[in-house]
């Protein structure tokens, strides 16, 4: 039995931040390309951030660079998305994922649940 399951999330003022994080259960996640990804209501799930399975490197989408900090966890088998300076654009739900690559969704292997987070005075 695979799976990814999400904790965290919840509602948080402009500004604040919040982490998640995804426990991988039945497999280790060293193997794979991990990823995050949001979605609202109407729109297209979008890539977030992503870690490579190869050399481990991290790359994050343009609207993120600079406040998301994606990091993981070995031996806790864990992933985390460190999220700051939070805007009310960030909300959404928000999923974790394992991939055979990053530059590939058709290659996703395992998505979480999904964890909503809600930027809002």
């Known amino acids: 039995q695979a799976q990814l399951v999400q904790s965290g999330g919840g509602l948080v003022q402009p500004g604040g931040s919040l982490r998640l994080s995804c426990v991988a259960s039945g497999f280790t996640l060293d193997y794979y390309a991990i990823s995050w990804f949001r979605q609202v209501p109407g729109k297209e799930r979008e890539r977030v951030s992503c870690?490579?399975?190869?050399?481990?490197?991290?790359y994050y989408a343009e609207f993120v660079e600079g406040r998301f900090t994606f990091s993981k966890d070995n031996a806790k088998n864990t992933m985390y998305l460190q999220m700051n300076n939070l805007k009310p654009e960030d909300t959404a739900t928000y999923y974790c994922a394992t991939g055979l690559t990053c530059g590939e969704v058709v290659t996703i292997t395992s998505w979480g649940q999904g964890t909503q987070v809600n930027v809002s005075s």
């Open positions: 870690i490579t399975s190869t050399d481990g490197s991290t």
